[in-house]
Nanobody
Framework: QVQLVESGGGLVQAGGSLSLSCAASGSTFSINAMRWYRQAPGKQRDLVAGISSGGTTNYADSVKGRFTISRDNAKNTVVLQMYSLKPEDTAVYYC???????????????WGPGTQVTVSS
C-alpha cells in the first residue's frame, strides 16, 4: 500500500502565493517521476509541472516563471510553490507519482485525491 496525499490548498487573492505539498507513504518503494496536474471545472486535466528522479524539471507554458517544483527524495515529498497566482490558476491540483515497488521491482502509477486551489480576483 502506497498513498499520495496533498496539502496546502486553499483560497488566495490574485497575485498571492501558495505552496502545495505531496507526500508519499506506505510500504517500501522508490519514486521515479513526480508531477502536478490540475483540472478546472469543464476542462481537461493538464500537466502543470514535473520533476524526474534526478531533479530535472519541466513546466507548462502557462506557469513558467511563476511555479517551482522541487522534491525531497529522503522524505518522498514533492512541493509546488506557486507565485503571482491568477484566477485562471483556480483548479483542483493532483499529485502524481510513478513508483517502483520494492517486492519485485514492478512499476505503478498513483494519484493523490487532489486539493482545491481557488484564486480570487
Amino acid at each position: 500500500q502506497v498513498q499520495l496525499v496533498e496539502s496546502g490548498g486553499g483560497l488566495v487573492q490574485a497575485g498571492g502565493s501558495l505552496s502545495l505539498s505531496c507526500a508519499a507513504s506506505g510500504s517500501t518503494f522508490s519514486i521515479n517521476a513526480m508531477r502536478w496536474y490540475r483540472q478546472a471545472p469543464g476542462k481537461q486535466r493538464d500537466l502543470v509541472a514535473g520533476i524526474s528522479s534526478g531533479g530535472t524539471t519541466n513546466y507548462a507554458d502557462s506557469v513558467k516563471g511563476r511555479f517551482t517544483i522541487s522534491r525531497d527524495n529522503a522524505k518522498n515529498t514533492v512541493v509546488l510553490q506557486m507565485y503571482s497566482l491568477k484566477p485562471e490558476d483556480t483548479a483542483v491540483y493532483y499529485c502524481f507519482a510513478d513508483v517502483t515497488y520494492g517486492s519485485r521491482g514492478i512499476r505503478g502509477q498513483l494519484w493523490g485525491p487532489g486539493t482545491q486551489v481557488t484564486v480570487s480576483s
